[in-house]
């Protein structure tokens, strides 16, 4: 069993201020695979002291410098990613394959697409012939990150702070700390300077909620569900500091009358990917009515058709989900989907043959209206809910019609309405026809789904301040 309960603070591993072990379980076991231990005040108070010390020294390096180290990083990443994909596989039960190729391939995708926007970031911009205005850090950053895609939300976050002179605190998901701690072991290996990097392990309630109200902490980045970011919100709000959030979606896949043939079970394959455990997952399919029951008959077909697997198995499948409360939660919204709509593949429990870890059947539910709990809640879990429209308007209405505003999806060979719908979809991403977005492209959402952009150029304006200076020039 992994032994990792030192925290990184100050450019060393130390140990808690006060022993708190908590179990890391393998999900596709259900047994211990780690041990780490659980922040306290004191240890919260140590790390937030280490960035606030180096803030100065470390906001007054060159860009060049900056560059140097964030470049140094990816090639540590790079070479160390077989460790990485290890880790995320066995700490959240990513299949081994899909852990090198999207988990680890996420991180590496936004420290290039940074580094690439960092070389024509601008942090000085003429105003006037005589007035200037810089681009400054806003200070010490507790980044707050998930269990899910560990490495992509990590690299969202650190990069940027760094790249723009932050120094900060990463409280990784307690759930599956283990890529972080290989990350911060990165971060050490490439040479930045003590105190500008440091990771407090521990929960949302502890050092989650005690980063969130520090009065040393300048900027609270933070990504997980909507519940927590409201929490994280009013416990910052006493000490005004800036709060940047990614949380929940329930992302409209419309499907018209014209969509490709295949686009059903593109959208079916994508619901399911990562065991559902996206924030962008198209989990909401609404179809034309004169193609429904062919979307309805393909869409059980791709969930009874996708295997699902250990963790560490070999090839293509699903595995399981991350822990025992992400299946209990999953299995009672499949039975509430389950009586309000008609269930047409998977169902509860576990797949046949899987008598232990947090195994779920790939699930269909049709016949669905967008009133429904199915419809209205993030199930977090690989759950289809499939739903009929007749015209254009409707299927705007409905896409629009939740708290929610992360990602749609279009499905037409029609220009001019693919152009028309996007414009009218209330959500922070419009993906269409199955074409994925751009390196740097801004990640984030409308509405209860969040209020930050993460991603290339506007992610590294998320940390920034603006100042502006007069007299800039001598007339």
């Known amino acids: 069993m992994l032994e990792k309960r030192d925290f990184y603070i100050n450019g060393v591993w130390v140990s808690p201020a006060t022993a708190h072990d908590c179990a890391v379980i393998d ?101 006037t012939a005589s007035e200037k205005t810089l681009l400054e850090p806003v200070g010490v950053c507790a980044l707050i990150t998930p269990w899910n895609w560990p490495m992509n939300q990590i690299v969202l976050k650190v990069v940027p702070a760094l790249a723009t002179g932050c120094t900060m605190v990463l409280k990784p998901s307690e759930v599956a700390p283990l890529s972080a701690h290989l990350f911060a072991e990165f971060m050490h290996e490439a040479g930045f300077p003590a105190g500008v990097f440091n990771l407090v392990n521990g929960d949302g309630a502890g050092v989650g909620s005690q980063l969130s109200a520090h009065p040393d902490v300048d900027m609270v980045s933070f990504t997980g569900s909507t519940r927590a970011g409201i929490a994280i919100s009013k416990a910052a709000a006493d000490t005004l500091k800036r709060v940047s959030l990614e949380l929940g979606g329930k992302g409209a896949n419309i499907i018209f009358e014209d969509a490709h043939p295949d686009a059903v079970k593109a959208g079916a394959t994508r619901c399911f990917g990562n065991t559902g455990q996206s924030c962008n997952a198209p989990t909401r399919m609404l179809v034309h009515k004169s193609r429904y029951d062919d979307a309805v008959a393909m869409a059980a077909e791709t969930a009874n058709a996708t295997a699902v697997r250990p963790a560490s198995d070999a090839g293509r499948h699903m595995g399981p989900l991350v822990s025992q409360a992400q299946y209990d939660k999953v299995q009672a919204l499949i039975e509430v989907g389950i009586t309000e709509g008609r269930l047409v593949a998977g169902g509860l429990g576990r797949p046949d043959g899987l008598e232990r870890g947090f195994f779920v059947k790939p699930t269909v539910i049709a016949d669905v209206t967008n009133d429904m709990t199915i419809a209205r809640e993030e199930v977090f879990g690989p759950v289809l809910s499939i739903i009929p429209f007749d015209t254009e308007e409707e299927a705007i209405a409905i896409a629009n019609d939740t708290p929610y505003g992360l990602t749609n999806y279009i499905q037409t060979q029609d220009d001019a309405t693919r152009r028309r719908v996007a414009r009218r979809l209330r959500s922070g991403m419009v993906a269409t026809n199955g074409q994925g977005f751009a390196l740097g492209s801004p990640f984030g959402g409308y509405k209860q789904s969040g209020n930050g952009r993460e991603g290339g150029t506007f992610g590294l304006e998320e940390f920034l301040e603006v100042k502006a200076v007069s007299g800039w020039a001598i007339e």
């Open 27 to 127: 999900p596709s076991t259900e047994d211990q695979c780690a041990v780490i231990s659980l922040g306290a005040q004191a240890d919260t108070d140590a790390a937030v002291a280490a960035a606030r010390a180096a803030f100065d020294g470390w906001s007054q390096t060159s860009k060049a410098d900056r560059a140097a180290l964030l470049t140094k990083l990816l090639e540590i990443y790079t070479t160390r990613g077989e460790e990485m994909a290890q880790a995320i596989s066995l700490e959240m039960g990513a299949p081994i394959e899909m852990a090198r190729a999207q988990q680890v391939g996420a991180g590496s995708w936004h420290l290039q697409g940074f580094l690439k926007a960092f070389e024509s970031f601008e942090f000085e911009r003429d105003y």
